[in-house]
């Protein structure tokens, strides 16, 4: 079939059935979910995710992509109204969207939020098409031990990158990939840290960790640490379209804002926050009135709400071509992958070309979906949003007592949610990565498997890993990524001693 | 931004690492070694993981000893943690105590008492252990987020929820 094909069934398919409802469900929950200062695009997305399991997989996946484009908008909409940004990602929309509120044109500010972010997140599915479908073809030459060398040197960089500590964040990583190893061996039948649990031995529930790890650590720290509630503002709050001449005047940040949102949505690890901020920077150089940067340009809203979107597509890259997640979303969703018996990997396009076809069509209808949702949904998220936190939280927790439970309808499900919720909660205390675990996690199988498959092809000979030269490049950028960060404290270790022997 | 210092602190998180760690490799001694059919088996994995984790809090130690004092440098990029961006509050451990104390006997009675009767007892008790609700949210949330959440699941995703005392007034 040709590309053209794919695609028109993937758009047959994607509005096929509950398609539709369940895409405007996923982009009204992921607003909602974003608009909460608290509940990130991956904690809305994990949220999702036990309720995506009575779905085909297909669907599953684009409601999960309406949650995270939702909820890439709706952290803007705290930012701009409240100067609170509701996502990290939405955090540099504030400067000039919370001064156009102060000058009277909120309504416009959330209008060129929610158009220059649709045509960002639009403009990244279609280079996201242009880049997967050609790399697929490339990783179709790699072996076993390419794929373990890919997914070593993909967990490493996301370890190292995401985290304060590379140690806490590398730790976090295997602890992700020790958790796949519970249950039974898919290859042997042996029993692995099951500790004579018949509830074991199908392995963890990735669901429950995944909601423990993410959202029910951030409930506890919203419990255990609670903050000064911002005021938000009374009366009513409506989006206006911004008119053809308003967007022609915001076209230049508007593709720094794609093109920014696309290149550091490509590198794994790098996200929403870091897009936005780039792209603001960056606009605010391009433009042509920079002095109005900060004092209510529309330029400043559209450069960060145009990348925050624009990452989607970017982070998707790696995640289809070559099975790395980009980022926690693209985490979750390769998670939903697993949920309904896929393997993810670097073959998953060529093994389930109309899976990824309808994901693409569905991630057009999704961010198409973006401006009547958004429209609409806006006071439903001041109405949460005025709602006291308690009730917030204990509505959340009791989301994911039934959510998870009704996954299999067994205990053991919210039990573990709770028990990793726990951990995450004392993971992200002492300064290590729930998500670096969570990586981990989605990858492990992967790794061992590919690991254990490698060296039975060479007869149990480890040079089968230096011997093929893609794996031994891969396996060397891995180490360079681990001995990266080091060289780069020792040296700035160097300086700071050299500033300070030239103070004294 | 600042970079932040190594703190002492760090010590017993690297030492809790080290113990995990080897208590890791331990456990996965148990688990049969390889076969000619897979030279590597289910064992070497985690042992490897275990010890990974377990080099992983040696590491820690030896920087928090050698570089105490000395500037750390942070992360390039913070996409994750929501908590790195809202300024938490002060820690009150009761309060995590009690919710994860609650939440357990919430677990408890789902299945036994039944969802209708648990939940909005469990929400008061989320409510009361967070303070700061207003009175009325204290009968309003929890009729709400229970019948909305039932609704949710009993009609609209069709997965039944545990009814318990309620069995002979309710369908399954």
């Keep these: 079939m040709s590309f053209l094909e794919n695609l028109l069934a993937g758009f047959s398919a994607a509005v096929a059935g509950p398609g539709i409802p369940v895409m405007i469900a996923g982009v009204a929950w992921g607003t909602i979910g974003g608009a909460i200062p608290g509940i990130s695009g991956a904690v809305a997305m994990s949220l999702a995710l036990p309720y995506t399991l009575s779905l085909d997989a297909a669907t599953a996946l684009v409601m999960l992509a309406g949650v995270w484009a939702g909820a890439n908008y709706g952290g803007s909409i705290p930012a701009i109204l409240m100067r609170m940004p509701g996502t990290p990602g939405a955090a540099a929309a504030l400067f000039d969207g919370y001064e156009l509120k102060r000058q009277g044109l909120a309504a416009k500010a959330l209008g060129v939020s929610l158009v220059c972010g649709t045509i960002g997140g639009l403009i990244s599915v279609v280079v996201l098409m242009a880049l997967v479908v050609p790399l697929g073809s490339v990783v179709l030459a790699f072996g076993s031990p390419e794929v373990f060398a890919l997914a070593l040197f993909g967990l490493t960089l996301l370890a190292g990158l995401t985290e304060r500590s590379f140690l806490k964040g590398l730790a976090s990583g295997y602890f992700g990939l020790l958790l796949t190893t519970v249950g039974i061996d898919t290859l042997t039948g042996s029993l692995r840290f099951t500790f004579g649990r018949s509830e074991l031995l199908s392995g963890l529930d990735i669901v429950s960790v995944m909601v423990g790890l993410f959202a029910v650590s951030e409930m506890l720290v919203q419990i255990a640490h609670p903050s000064r509630r911002e005021a938000v503002p009374e009366g009513s709050a409506y989006t206006a379209f911004p008119t053809l001449a308003e967007l022609r005047s915001v076209w230049r940040a508007t593709a720094v804002g794609t093109v920014v949102g696309l290149i550091v949505g490509i590198m794994p690890g790098a996200g929403a926050t870091a897009s936005s901020f780039v792209a603001y920077n960056e606009a605010r150089r391009w433009s042509k009135r920079p002095d109005l940067f900060g004092k209510g340009s529309m330029e400043g809203v559209a450069a960060p709400e145009t990348a925050n979107n624009a990452v989607q597509g970017g982070d998707l890259v790696p995640t289809l071509a070559l099975g790395i997640p980009g980022s926690n979303s693209a985490a979750i969703m390769l998670a939903a992958l697993i949920l309904h018996g896929i393997v993810p990997g670097p073959f998953l396009l060529s093994k389930h070309t109309h899976l990824v076809f309808t994901l693409f069509a569905g991630l057009i209808l999704v961010n198409l979906l973006m401006i009547p949702v958004g429209l609409v949904i806006l006071r439903g998220c001041l109405l949460v949003l005025r709602l006291d936190r308690p009730v917030l939280i204990a509505a959340i927790l009791a989301m994911i007592v039934i959510g998870t439970y009704a996954a299999d309808l067994f205990l053991l499900n919210p039990l573990l949610a709770l028990f990793f919720g726990v951990v995450g909660y004392g993971m992200r205390r002492c300064g290590f990565s729930p998500a670096a675990a969570v990586l981990g996690l989605v990858l492990g199988f992967l790794v061992e498997s590919e690991l254990r498959r490698s060296l039975l092809i060479s007869y149990g000979s480890w040079t089968i890993f230096v011997a093929r030269p893609i794996s031994a490049v891969l396996l060397a950028l891995t180490l360079g990524a681990v001995l990266y960060p080091a060289v780069m404290y020792l040296r700035s270790r160097r300086h700071t001693q050299a500033a300070a022997t030239g103070l004294s | ?172």
Excluded: K
């Design chain 2, 1 to 172: 931004m600042n970079a932040p210092t190594r703190p002492l602190r760090e010590l017993p998180v690297a030492a809790f690492l080290v113990a995990f760690g080897s208590l890791v490799v331990a456990g996965a001694r148990n688990i049969p070694s390889g076969v000619p059919t897979d030279p590597l088996g289910p064992r070497a994995f985690p042992m490897a993981l275990g010890a990974g984790i377990a080099c992983c809090g040696a590491l820690l130690a030896a920087a928090t000893a050698l570089f105490r004092g000395q500037t750390v440098r942070t992360g390039i990029l913070a996409d994750a943690d929501p908590d790195d961006e809202a300024a938490p509050g002060p820690f009150s451990p009761g309060r995590l105590i009690a919710a994860v104390g609650v939440t357990l006997g919430y677990l408890a009675a789902f299945e036994p008492v039944g969802y209708l009767i648990t939940t909005p007892l469990y929400v008061i008790a989320i409510l009361l252990i967070h303070g700061g609700a207003a009175r009325r949210s204290l009968w309003l949330a929890p009729t709400l987020i229970t019948a909305a959440l039932y609704a949710v699941f009993r009609f609209g995703l069709l997965i039944p929820v545990p009814v318990g005392l309620l069995e002979r007034l309710l369908p399954r």
